[in-house]
C-alpha cells in the first residue's frame, strides 16, 4: 500500500512539472524584460535639447560615393550630436571634397553645424572656402569665398549666403550683400549692395 501511494505521488509530481518549467520560464522572460536596458530611442527622449548625446574629440568623418570613392573626409577639433532636430557641431572644422570629374572644395571654419547630417553644412565664424573647378573646365579658378556665414550643398553643388560675402578670383574681387554660387554652370551671383571690380563673364552683379 506504501508502495502505491509513493507510485501514485511520483507520477502527480512528473505531470505537474511541466507546468513548473513554464512558470519557471515565464518569471525568468519577466526578470529580462525588466533588467534589459530600455531602448535607444527612449533614453535618448530624456537628453535635454541642449545637452548633447554624444561629443567626439578630434574626430573624422568620411563619405564615399556609390563607387566606393572617397567624396570628402571632414575634420573637427569637436563634433557634439544632438538629437533634438538631429543637428551636428564641429568646432574647427576642416572639409575637402572632390567629384568624379575632379571639381575640388575646401572649406574651413571655426564653428559649422550640419542639419540632419545631410550634404548641407553650414559654416560661421571666419567661413572660408576655396572652389577649383574640374581640369579643363572653362570656368575661372579657383575661386575663394569668405564671409560671416556660408552654406554649403555639396550634393546640388550650391554655395550660398545671405549675408555680406567677399569673391575673390582671379578676374577680381566682389563684395556684396548676398551671394550664390553654382559649381555646375560656373556661375556666380552677387546682389544687395556690390562693391569692388570683378571682368568676368560668369559673374552676375545685380540689384535687389
Known sequence: MKGQT???????????????????????????????????????AEVPASVPDYVLERAQVERVDAQGRRASLMTGSAMRHYQVGDRLEVDGLDLV????????????????LYQGLGDRVTLTQGAHVQARPAPGARAPGPL???????TVDMAKRLLTSSLPARLTSPDGRLQGSRLRHDARTGITDVGGRVTGAFD???VVANAP
Open 97 to 112: 571634397a572632390e567629384d568624379a570629374a575632379g571639381q575640388w572644395l575646401k572649406a574651413t571654419s571655426r564653428h559649422a
Open 6 to 44: 509513493l507510485s501514485a505521488l511520483w507520477r502527480g509530481a512528473q505531470s505537474l512539472l511541466p507546468m513548473a518549467v513554464v512558470a519557471a520560464l515565464a518569471a525568468y522572460t519577466w526578470w529580462l524584460v525588466q533588467s534589459a536596458p530600455r531602448p535607444e530611442a527612449a533614453a535618448q
Open 144 to 150: 575663394v569665398f569668405e564671409g560671416q556665414e556660408l
Open 200 to 202: 568676368a563673364t560668369p
